[in-house]
C-alpha cells in the first residue's frame, strides 16, 4: 500500500520502466508488458538448464525424452536438476546487468519475485527437509568492487518465499581471484579447474540449493557442485535467474 508521500512521489515523477524506458503505472520497476516479453527457458535440460530444440526432439513413438542435453548424458554434473526460468537474453539480460554491474541492489526483491512466478510450483514446494540454500559466491575483491554481494542477496529473497525451515548458508568459499567469467570465451570457461571452490563440513548430509544468477557453461556449477560432494552432500540441484542460449546449436540434441 502506497503512502500519501510514495503517492506525491509518483504523480510529480512517474516511474519508467527499466527496459523499455516507457512510462508506467505499475508497482513495479518494469512494465506489465516487459514483464509478460522476459524470455522463458521452457523447455530446457532437466539436469543444466540447457534450452532443447524442439526440433530434434524425440517422437513420442519412441517413448519421452529423458530431457537431458548431450553434455550431460555424456558428462553428467555432480548436480541433478537446474531451475533456470528465464534466458539471459533482452530484458532479463538488461535487468540483471543494472543489478550486478550497476549497483542496483535494489533489484533483489524483484528478480526474485519473477523466479518464484516463473519457476514450477513443484520444484520450489518440495524441498527435502535436509535442504539449505548455498550461494555460489564471487571473488571477495569483485564483491568489493561491486559494493554488494549479489548472490547472497538473491538466495536471502529467495528464501522469504519458502518456510521457515530453510535457510542461507555461506558454506561455500571462492578460493581464486580470476578473470571474471563473463569476460572469458567459452572454452576458456570450461578449462577451469574443479578445485576452485572450497566447502564447510555444514554440507555433509544435506541436500545443497546452489544459487547463482546467470548459468552459462554450467563450469561454475559444476566446480561448485563437485567441492559439495567432496564435502559429503547428499543431492544437489542449482537455481539460478537465467540460462545462457547455446552457441553451437547442435549441442542441443535431446538424449
Ligand atoms: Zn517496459
Ligand atoms: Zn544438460
Not at 509518483?10 to 524470455?39: D, F, N, T, Y
Not at 524483484?110 to 550461494?135: D, G, Q
Amino acid at each position: 500500500m502506497l503512502t500519501g508521500t510514495s503517492k506525491l512521489v509518483r504523480w510529480l515523477s512517474p516511474p519508467c520502466c527499466l527496459i523499455c524506458k516507457e512510462v508506467h503505472g505499475g508497482q513495479r520497476a518494469i512494465c506489465l508488458l516487459c514483464e509478460m516479453k522476459l524470455p522463458q527457458n521452457t523447455l530446457s535440460c532437466r539436469q543444466c538448464g540447457l534450452p532443447l530444440s524442439t526440433k530434434i526432439r524425440r517422437p513420442s513413438t519412441q517413448g519421452p525424452p529423458s530431457e537431458r542435453c548431450h553434455a550431460c548424458y555424456r558428462h553428467p554434473p555432480h548436480f541433478s536438476q537446474t531451475l533456470a526460468p528465464f534466458l539471459m537474453q533482452t530484458g532479463m539480460r538488461e535487468l540483471i546487468q543494472l543489478w550486478k554491474f550497476r549497483g542496483q541492489s535494489q533489484l533483489t526483491p524483484l528478480l526474485a519475485a519473477l523466479f518464484e512466478s516463473a519457476a514450477p510450483f513443484e520444484y520450489t514446494r518440495s524441498l527435502p527437509e535436509s535442504a539449505v540454500l548455498v550461494p555460489v559466491p564471487t571473488q571477495w575483491r569483485r564483491q568489493i568492487r561491486r559494493g554488494f554481494d549479489h548472490t547472497w542477496l538473491l538466495a536471502e529473497a529467495l528464501r522469504w518465499q519458502l518456510p521457515d525451515k530453510y535457510e542461507v548458508k555461506p558454506w561455500l568459499q571462492n578460493t581464486r581471484y580470476q578473470t571474471p567469467q563473463h569476460q572469458l570465451n567459452r572454452r576458456t570457461r570450461i578449462q577451469r579447474g574443479a578445485d576452485r571452490f572450497v566447502v564447510h563440513r555444514g554440507v555433509a548430509g544435506r541436500h545443497i540449493i546452489l544459487i547463482d544468477d546467470v548459468m552459462t557453461t554450467g563450469s561454475t556449477a559444476r566446480s561448485a557442485a563437485a567441492a559439495c560432494v567432496k564435502g559429503g552432500a547428499e543431492s544437489i540441484s542449482v537455481w539460478c535467474l537465467a540460462r545462457t542460449p547455446p552457441e553451437d546449436k547442435t549441442t542441443d540434441a535431446l538424449r
